[in-house]
């Protein structure tokens, strides 16, 4: 049955969608036909920036390439209609691709300026260039011809549009829920944490481009089509608010919410239109309000409404959901043996201020090393070195006896590095499951060619990943937080998705960093277990820890760290007699009897 719903629902929308023409008279077959070519830019929009998190005010350019591209080489150059449509898009892909180059320099409302000011670059060459017939624009476009059919009826161009539509629409909905469009949503919520789970956000954030320019594109193609005359107008930056506030009053960050926003707006537009002063004014008014108040959006309202709903019916009833238990790994022999990670000399300042200085150790495979010292001693410092996030300025680090120094997040990540942050970065838009799906998804970004030329084989992985999600879903005891986002979820279950998730990358060296922050004793006792089951399993674990007692039970050796420096490097009994440690921790006095200690007080 709840298979059937939706199967049945989209019958119903493609019925009505098909007859629609049949109740329309001209004007508003017009004003359907320009609403559906908006809902294509609204889709392309909301890729970008709401899947992706790439601010592009842009998308306007991408729609005038894209149209007088197909006005140019039709008119001017005299190509025949779809050729001259081929080309155009192909031209609006390219132009992404040039936006999307400031992208990889600046982010937030630095690239909203950079993409602003090339829309403006945009709508200034067509006044201007001969070529694009200045103010006056390009008239005289061919009708597309089409094995007899007359497009120059705006009821028959709607179903050419329909069906192109609906190419488009099923399309983007394929990438925002497989690997793709989840790691773009990963990037979109921490980009730095998604490079750390091996996501190239370079090459994340062109696709992205890459992607609006397509649906820009194909919007100006099928414009040109319908209208058959451009003219600097249309693609106004007055245009590129209008579509703004659509995927906004939508809802950007769902496709089907771009699209009923876009289709909305434009049917208001109509209907305003001789009001069009105030109606810009009330567009206005109405974005600020959304943003402030539903920054989801009308495709949020459903969500907003269940959680008051069940609000009303009990309070109670989110008290339910309980944390299982963790199911031990099985034990496996050391991969390789030897030597895991080793950090020679190594060095970090940041502008004179010294965080490490000549630090050496060495973790042997299938070992748990424990890195302690006082608030500020460079323990996160290190992790940041050996997880690629800092280049060191002195010394190096060798992974299984290779030099890793420059290497970027996502590569260490496909060498076995995964880690944790000690102020939990988990992806707070996307599900638990969702944030152990992008982990567990260990392709490199070009393998999205797949998504052109063989789709079933990113289904197949997809399912797969799936099955492999439910796998460490159960494994770590959290099947009734699954599908909840985890910046609703208390502070010990976030910890535990978050070693759900790098474990997920089956990594060789797993680092954790405080991941008894925050945690009840009970909790701290099932992290210890957790954490010797995964070393059981032949995975090398360094693990930061200010509570002593877990330190002392857990680590097989323990390096201290004090103002950037190490002082003592041994076994948790000998280290914790130095002299220099115990002096190193005079000023919380009592530390290395910590073992009565509460956690939390500690970690403060
Ligand atoms: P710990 O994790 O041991 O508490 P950190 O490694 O976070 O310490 O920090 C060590 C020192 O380096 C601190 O003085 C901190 O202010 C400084 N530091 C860390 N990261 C940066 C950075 N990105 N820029 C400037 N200073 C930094
Ligand atoms: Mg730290």
């Given at each position: 049955m709840k298979r059937l719903t939706p199967v049945v629902a989209l019958v119903l929308f493609a019925a009505a969608a098909w007859l629609l023409p049949y109740g329309l008279d001209r004007y508003a077959i017009h004003v359907v036909d320009v609403a559906v070519i908006f809902a294509l830019l609204g889709i392309g929009l909301g890729l970008v920036m709401g899947v992706a998190g790439q601010i592009n005010l842009a998308q306007v350019a991408f729609f005038g390439i894209g149209a007088y591209a197909c006005a140019i080489l039709t008119t001017r150059a005299g190509l025949g209609f779809w050729v001259a449509a081929a080309l155009a898009v192909l031209a609006a892909v390219v132009v992404g691709l040039v936006v999307s180059v400031p992208a990889l320099r600046v982010q937030s409302h630095y690239l909203g300026i950079v993409t602003l000011g090339l829309a403006l670059a945009f709508i200034n060459w067509i006044t201007n260039a001969a070529l694009a017939g200045k103010s006056e624009g390009i008239s005289d476009l061919p009708v597309p011809p089409m094995f007899g059919i007359d497009l120059s009826s705006e009821y028959l161009f709607y179903y050419v549009e329909l069906v192109v539509f609906a190419v488009a629409l099923a399309f983007a909905l394929f990438v925002v829920r497989t690997p793709l469009g989840r790691r773009m949503r990963a990037m979109r919520d921490d980009s730095l944490a998604a490079g750390a789970l091996g996501a190239e956000i370079p090459l994340l954030r062109i696709t992205a481009f890459v992607l609006s320019g397509l649906y820009g594109g194909v919007a100006g193609v099928l414009y040109a089509g319908l209208i058959r005359y451009v003219a600097p107008e249309t693609f106004s930056v007055a245009n590129m608010f209008l579509l703004l506030a659509m995927v906004i009053i939508g809802g950007r960050q769902s496709i089907v919410g771009c699209v009923v926003g876009a289709l909305a707006l434009s049917l208001l537009r109509e209907l305003l239109v001789d009001f069009s002063v105030y109606a810009q004014l009330g567009y206005g008014a109405v974005v600020v309000l959304m943003v402030v108040f539903a920054p989801t959006g009308l495709a949020g309202v459903p969500r907003l409404v269940r959680s008051w709903l069940r609000r009303r019916k009990g309070r109670d009833?989110?008290?339910?959901?309980?944390?299982?238990?963790?199911?031990?790994?099985?034990?496996?022999?050391?991969?390789?043996?030897?030597?895991?990670?080793?950090?020679?000399?190594?060095?970090?300042?940041?502008?004179?201020?010294?965080?490490?200085?000549?630090?050496?150790?060495?973790?042997?495979?299938?070992?748990?090393?424990?890195?302690?010292?006082?608030?500020?001693?460079?323990?996160?410092?290190?992790?940041?070195?050996?997880?690629?996030?800092?280049?060191?300025?002195?010394?190096?680090?060798?992974?299984?006896?290779?030099?890793?120094?420059?290497?970027?997040?996502?590569?260490?990540?496909?060498?076995?590095?995964?880690?944790?942050?000690?102020?939990?970065?988990?992806?707070?838009?996307?599900?638990?499951?969702?944030?152990?799906?992008?982990?567990?998804?260990?392709?490199?970004?070009?393998?999205?060619?797949?998504?052109?030329?063989?789709?079933?084989?990113?289904?197949?992985?997809?399912?797969?990943?799936?099955?492999?999600?439910?796998?460490?879903?159960?494994?770590?005891?959290?099947?009734?937080?699954?599908?909840?986002?985890?910046?609703?979820?208390?502070?010990?279950?976030?910890?535990?998705?978050?070693?759900?998730?790098?474990?997920?990358?089956?990594?060789?060296?797993?680092?954790?960093?405080?991941?008894?922050?925050?945690?009840?004793?009970?909790?701290?006792?099932?992290?210890?277990?957790?954490?010797?089951?995964?070393?059981?399993?032949?995975?090398?674990?360094?693990?930061?820890?200010?509570?002593?007692?877990?330190?002392?039970?857990?680590?097989?050796?323990?390096?201290?760290?004090?103002?950037?420096?190490?002082?003592?490097?041994?076994?948790?009994?000998?280290?914790?007699?130095?002299?220099?440690?115990?002096?190193?921790?005079?000023?919380?006095?009592?530390?290395?009897?910590?073992?009565?200690?509460?956690?939390?007080?500690?970690?403060?």
């Open positions: 009833e989110g008290r339910r959901a309980t944390l299982g238990s963790f199911t031990p790994y099985e034990p496996a022999p050391v991969r390789g043996g030897g030597v895991m990670l080793e950090v020679r000399g190594v060095g970090m300042s940041f502008k004179g201020l010294r965080a490490l200085d000549d630090v050496t150790l060495s973790v042997p495979a299938g070992e748990i090393r424990g890195v302690v010292g006082p608030n500020g001693s460079g323990k996160t410092t290190l992790f940041n070195i050996i997880s690629g996030f800092y280049v060191p300025t002195a010394g190096q680090v060798l992974l299984e006896g290779r030099g890793i120094g420059g290497t970027a997040p996502y590569r260490l990540s496909q060498l076995g590095v995964a880690r944790t942050f000690q102020n939990l970065r988990l992806f707070g838009d996307l599900t638990a499951r969702e944030n152990i799906l992008v982990a567990l998804d260990r392709t490199r970004t070009h393998w999205i060619w797949r998504y052109v030329l063989l789709p079933w084989g990113v289904v197949r992985h997809d399912r797969d990943l799936r099955r492999r999600a439910d796998d460490i879903v159960g494994r770590y005891g959290l099947d009734d937080f699954a599908d909840a986002q985890p910046k609703s979820l208390p502070y010990g279950i976030q910890r535990r998705i978050e070693i759900a998730r790098a474990m997920a990358m089956s990594p060789r060296l797993l680092l954790l960093d405080e991941p008894a922050a925050g945690l009840n004793d009970e909790e701290v006792r099932q992290l210890a277990a957790m954490v010797r089951s995964i070393r059981d399993s032949g995975v090398t674990v360094v693990i930061i820890e200010h509570h002593m007692g877990l330190v002392m039970s857990l680590c097989d050796q323990v390096t201290v760290l004090s103002g950037g420096r190490v002082i003592a490097d041994g076994p948790p009994a000998e280290v914790a007699v130095v002299p220099e440690v115990v002096e190193a921790y005079l000023g919380e006095a009592g530390y290395l009897n910590a073992e009565t200690q509460d956690a939390q007080e500690v970690t403060r």
